[in-house]
C-alpha cells in the first residue's frame, strides 16, 4: 500500500505539471471559457435575460451538460491512452511499480486540472453574468455553491469514467462522444425513471436540492430528483466502481505496442 | 553459471499471426545477441523477455521469474524498447530522474544516478535540454541511460546501434561490452550480424517465429560462406570473363545477358570468389565495371539454412 501511496504521489507530481503546459490544456480552456463569453454577450446585450437567468441556463444547461462532459472526456481519456499512444507506458509499465498507480496518479492530476479550469470558468461565468443591467434578485450563495459543487463532482465522475474508458478502447474519444451525447445528452433529458441511468441526473438533482428554487426552470426540472444524500452515494459508488474496474483492467491487460 | 533465461515451447501469437512458435531454449548468461530479419519473433521475445506480454502457450522464466507484471523481476530489469518515443516536454535529465525514482530511489538518489547515466552515454552536455529537441542518435542514448540507470541485473537492448553515429556507435559497443564485464546479463536484439558481431560471440537466431540456432558468431559465419550466393557484374568483355569465371570450382553458374555487357552468377563459397576475380579480370582484361552481390542480407541467409 506503500509503494502504491507512493507511486501515486509521483505519477501525479510528475504529470500535473505537464498537463497545464500542453496542448490539451489549450483546448480545454477554450472550451471552458466559452459560457462566460456567451454569459458575457448577453449581459452586455440582452434587455430581458437577468443575472440569476443566465448562470441557471448557461450554467445548468452549457456548462454542466456540454463543457463539464467535453472537457472531462478530452482530459480524462487521455489519462492512460496517451500513454499508449505515444508508446511511452512500456517505460512505466517495465518498473516495480503497481501498474494501477497510473491510473490514479495521472487522474488525480486531471481532476486537479479540471477542477482549477472548470472552478475558474464558473467564477468567470458569474461574473459576467453580474453584469447584467436587467433588475433581478441578486446571485445567491446556496445558487452560486451548488453550481460549483455539481460543476466540480461531474469533472470528477466523468473523467474518471473516460480513464478507465481508455483502458479499454482504442478510440476513448468516440466512446466518449457517443456516451456523452447519446446517454447523457438523450437520456437525462427524456422524462421518466430512464433519468437516473445518467450522471446529469445527479449532478441536476444536486443543483435543486442544494441550490434552491432558481434552478427549477424548464430543461433542468426533474419529476423526481434525488436527494442529496443519495446523489453523494450514487456518484461515489460509480466512482469506486470505475476506478476498481479500470485498475483491474490495467493490470491485467497487455498493451502490445506496434513500432 | 545458471541460465539467465528459459523458454520452454514458448508460443504467442496475436490473433492469426503468429509471433513466436515452439521455442524452447536455455541462455546461460553473460552478453548474447538475439538476431533475425525483419518480422522473426525479435520484438515479440523481447516483449515476452520484458514482461509486456503474456505467452500463448509454453513458458517463460527470466531471472528465475515469470516476466509479465513482475515488480520482483522489473527490480533487476533494464529494458531499452525499439520504439522511438520520449516524454518530449521533459528534459533528459528530468526524465531519467524520474523513471528512476520509479525503482523506488530518492529524488536526490535519482537526479545523481540519472546524470551518471547520461554521462555514460555522452549526454552530459545536452542533458538540460528537452528531449523533442533531440536527435534520433541522442533520444537513443537516453533511452540506453533509462535502462541502466538503475543498476540492473538484466538489461534487454532492442537495436541499440539504431540512429546512432559511428562514433557513438563505438561509444555504446563499449558500455555494453563494459557492461558484460561489471557482470550484468545483456541481451542486445539486432538484426544486421556485424553489428551484434562487435557486442559477442553469443547470439541466438531467429527466423519466422523460431529458433534456428543458438551458438557462437563464427559458426554462423561459416553457414554465410557456405551459402551461395548471386552476384551481378558489368563488364566490357563480359562473355570472356564468363568463361573463366566458369572454370573456378566455387563457381556453380554463370550467364551473359543478352546486352553481352551484364552477367550474373552463383558460387559456393564467396570469400574464395573474391579472393580469385582480380587475377582473372586482369588476365581476361574483361574492364569491370561494377559488382555487387545480391543476396547477402540476412534474410538469404535466412532462407537458405531453413532450405
Same mark, same amino acid.
Given at each position: 500500500?506503500a509503494l502504491?501511496?507512493?507511486t501515486?504521489?509521483l505519477l ?6 505537464r498537463?497545464?503546459?500542453s ?8 472550451l471552458a471559457?466559452?459560457?462566460a ?7 452586455h446585450?440582452?434587455?430581458r435575460?437577468?443575472?440569476v ?6 450554467g ?7 463543457v ?7 482530459a ?19 518498473r516495480?511499480?503497481?501498474?494501477a498507480?497510473?491510473?490514479f496518479g495521472r487522474?488525480l492530476?486531471?481532476v486537479m486540472?479540471?477542477g482549477t479550469i472548470?472552478a ?9 453574468a ?5 433588475a433581478s434578485?441578486?446571485l445567491d450563495?446556496?445558487?452560486v455553491?451548488?453550481?460549483?459543487e455539481?460543476v466540480?463532482?461531474g469533472a ?19 466512446v ?5 451525447f ?7 433529458n ?10 446529469q ?12 428554487r432558481a434552478w ?8 423526481k430528483p434525488?436527494?442529496v444524500?443519495?446523489?453523494l452515494?450514487t ?5 469506486a ?13 497487455e498493451?502490445?505496442?506496434?513500432s | 553459471?545458471?541460465a ?6 514458448l508460443?504467442?501469437?496475436?490473433g492469426?499471426?503468429?509471433g ?9 548468461g553473460?552478453v ?5 530479419p525483419?518480422g522473426a ?11 509486456e506480454i ?6 517463460i522464466?527470466v531471472l528465475g521469474?515469470q516476466?509479465?507484471?513482475n515488480?520482483?523481476?522489473f527490480?533487476?530489469l533494464g ?5 522511438d518515443?520520449l516524454?518530449?516536454?521533459?528534459s533528459a535529465?528530468?526524465?531519467v530522474?524520474?523513471?528512476t525514482?520509479l ?24 542533458m538540460h535540454?528537452?528531449t523533442?529537441e ?7 542514448r537516453?533511452? #540506453?541511460?533509462q535502462a541502466i ?10 537495436e541499440?546501434l539504431t ?9 555504446m559497443?563499449?558500455?555494453?561490452g ?8 545483456v541481451?542486445?536484439s539486432?538484426?544486421?550480424l556485424?553489428?551484434v558481431e ?6 541466438l537466431?531467429l ?9 557462437k558468431v ?6 554465410l ?6 552476384v551481378e557484374m558489368?563488364a566490357?568483355e563480359s562473355?570472356?570473363l564468363a568463361r573463366?569465371?566458369l572454370?573456378l ?8 545477358a543478352?546486352?553481352g ?12 570468389f573474391?579472393?580469385?576475380l582480380?587475377? #582473372?579480370?586482369l ?10 552481390s545480391?543476396?547477402?542480407?540476412l534474410?538469404?541467409?535466412?532462407d537458405y539454412?531453413?532450405?
Amino acid at each position: 500500500m506503500a509503494l502504491f501511496a507512493r507511486t501515486t504521489f509521483l505519477l501525479f507530481t510528475t504529470h500535473v505539471g505537464r498537463i497545464f503546459v500542453s496542448r490539451r490544456a489549450l483546448v480545454c480552456i477554450a472550451l471552458a471559457l466559452l459560457p462566460a463569453l456567451v454569459a458575457a454577450a448577453i449581459a452586455h446585450f440582452s434587455r430581458r435575460i437577468d443575472a440569476v437567468e443566465i448562470v441557471v441556463y448557461l450554467g445548468g444547461i452549457m456548462l454542466l451538460q456540454i463543457v463539464v462532459p467535453l472537457l472531462a472526456l478530452i482530459a480524462g481519456s487521455a489519462v492512460v491512452s496517451e500513454e499508449i499512444e505515444d508508446r511511452t507506458i512500456t517505460y512505466l509499465f517495465s518498473r516495480p511499480i503497481p501498474r494501477a498507480s497510473l491510473l490514479f496518479g495521472r487522474w488525480l492530476a486531471t481532476v486537479m486540472f479540471l477542477g482549477t479550469i472548470l472552478a475558474a470558468a464558473t467564477a468567470l461565468l458569474l461574473l459576467a453574468a453580474s453584469t447584467s443591467k436587467v433588475a433581478s434578485d441578486p446571485l445567491d450563495a446556496a445558487l452560486v455553491r451548488a453550481l460549483f459543487e455539481a460543476v466540480l463532482m461531474g469533472a470528477t465522475v466523468y473523467s474518471a469514467l473516460f480513464a478507465v474508458a481508455g483502458i479499454l478502447f482504442k478510440s476513448p474519444i468516440l466512446v466518449g462522444l457517443g456516451y456523452t451525447f447519446a446517454v447523457e445528452g438523450f437520456l437525462a433529458n427524456l422524462p421518466g425513471g430512464n433519468q437516473s441511468l445518467t450522471i446529469q441526473y445527479y449532478l441536476r438533482s444536486w443543483m435543486l436540492e442544494r441550490g434552491g428554487r432558481a434552478w427549477k426552470v424548464d430543461g433542468l426540472e426533474l419529476d423526481k430528483p434525488e436527494a442529496v444524500a443519495g446523489v453523494l452515494i450514487t456518484l461515489g459508488m460509480v466512482l469506486a466502481v470505475a476506478l476498481a474496474f479500470g485498475a483491474w483492467r490495467i493490470t491485467k491487460r497487455e498493451f502490445v505496442l506496434t513500432s | 553459471m545458471s541460465a539467465v533465461f528459459v523458454a520452454h515451447e514458448l508460443g504467442r501469437w496475436y490473433g492469426p499471426v503468429v509471433g513466436l512458435n515452439d521455442l524452447s531454449v536455455s541462455v546461460p548468461g553473460g552478453v548474447f545477441g538475439l538476431l533475425g530479419p525483419n518480422g522473426a519473433g525479435k520484438s515479440t521475445m523481447l516483449k515476452l523477455i520484458a514482461g509486456e506480454i503474456r505467452p500463448s502457450r509454453g513458458t517463460i522464466e527470466v531471472l528465475g521469474h515469470q516476466p509479465f507484471a513482475n515488480r520482483e523481476y522489473f527490480r533487476q530489469l533494464g529494458f531499452c524498447p525499439q520504439q522511438d518515443a520520449l516524454y518530449g516536454d521533459m528534459s533528459a535529465l528530468d526524465l531519467v530522474s524520474f523513471l528512476t525514482r520509479l525503482h523506488g530511489f530518492s529524488a536526490v538518489e535519482s537526479r545523481r544516478r540519472a546524470a551518471s547515466a547520461l554521462e555514460r552515454v555522452k549526454l552530459t552536455d545536452s542533458m538540460h535540454r528537452r528531449t523533442r529537441e533531440y536527435s534520433k542518435g541522442m533520444r537513443q542514448r537516453v533511452k #540506453i541511460a533509462q535502462a541502466i540507470a538503475h543498476d540492473p541485473k538484466f538489461l534487454v537492448v532492442d537495436e541499440p546501434l539504431t540512429g546512432l553515429d559511428p562514433v557513438a556507435r563505438r561509444d555504446m559497443i563499449a558500455l555494453f561490452g563494459e557492461l558484460g564485464r561489471a557482470g550484468v546479463h545483456v541481451l542486445i536484439s539486432s538484426h544486421v550480424l556485424h553489428e551484434v558481431e562487435s557486442l559477442t560471440e553469443e547470439i541466438l537466431l531467429l527466423h519466422r517465429g523460431r529458433l534456428l540456432a543458438q551458438g557462437k558468431v563464427h559458426e554462423v559465419r561459416a553457414l554465410l560462406s557456405r551459402h551461395p550466393r548471386k552476384v551481378e557484374m558489368r563488364a566490357r568483355e563480359s562473355r570472356r570473363l564468363a568463361r573463366a569465371l566458369l572454370a573456378l570450382p566455387e563457381v556453380s553458374s554463370v550467364a551473359v545477358a543478352p546486352d553481352g555487357l551484364s552477367l550474373s552468377l552463383e558460387t559456393r563459397d564467396v570469400e574464395s570468389f573474391f579472393t580469385h576475380l582480380p587475377e #582473372i579480370a586482369l588476365a581476361e582484361r574483361a574492364g569491370i565495371e561494377s559488382f555487387e552481390s545480391t543476396d547477402a542480407g540476412l534474410e538469404a541467409v535466412f532462407d537458405y539454412l531453413i532450405g
